[in-house]
């Protein structure tokens, strides 16, 4: 799987035009600051969004905000990594466990198959917990659209943004 829709990556910022991001890179911006600050918020300016499967930051930040850039606010204040903490397919979650359970096979049985019934608990168990898993990735915190200007504002008069 290639992670391309990444365009305002850490490791894209040196090929980019530092004014078309609100932040030029990670290190000029006070990430820990930002995250309590929308933690501590009293100025109402967030609201919950529900992600579809297999969608982007990028493409949720164009819904929100008609503009892709903003992507990195949302990873900022959810805390998020945006390549493992978003909701996928059930499809791509079935691939993945079958893929652990033939890693398992290989590395711990030496090849050696498991039994069915053996096999179908781990599927179950493993499965199981990979809906867990990406139903916690399913809502994330936004800064309403509405909201969006105020709140940048703000992060550059306390200083989180230079």
Same mark, same amino acid.
């Not at 916690?136 to 800064?143: A, D, G």
């Given at each position: 799987m290639a992670y391309t829709h990444l365009t305002n990556s850490l490791l894209n910022f040196a090929n980019i035009e530092s004014t078309k991001y609100i932040f030029k890179d990670y290190f000029s911006v006070d990430i820990k600051g930002i995250y309590?600050?929308?933690?501590?918020?009293?100025?109402?300016?967030?609201?919950?969004?529900? @992600?579809?499967?297999?969608?982007?930051?990028?493409?949720?930040?164009? @819904?929100?905000?008609?503009?892709?850039?903003?992507?990195?606010?949302?990873l900022i204040i959810n805390h998020k990594n945006a390549l493992f903490d978003m909701p996928y397919e059930y499809d791509q979650l079935v691939a993945s466990v079958e893929t652990q359970i033939q890693n398992y096979i290989?590395?711990?049985?030496?090849?050696?198959?498991?039994?069915?019934?053996?096999?179908?608990?781990?599927?179950?168990?493993?499965?199981?917990?990979?809906?867990?898993?990406?139903?916690?990735?399913?809502? @994330?915190? @936004?800064?309403?659209?509405s909201k969006i200007n105020v709140f940048i504002q703000k992060c550059y008069e306390l200083g989180y943004i230079t």
């Open positions: 309590e600050m929308v933690q501590n918020d009293t100025d109402l300016l967030y609201d919950w969004y529900q @992600i579809n499967d297999n969608s982007t930051l990028e493409q949720v930040s164009q @819904i929100l905000y008609n503009n892709a850039s903003f992507w990195d606010i949302l290989t590395q711990f049985r030496n090849g050696n198959s498991l039994s069915q019934s053996t096999y179908d608990a781990m599927y179950n168990k493993l499965l199981s917990d990979s809906l867990d898993n990406n139903e916690q990735f399913r809502v @994330i915190k @936004i800064v309403k659209p």
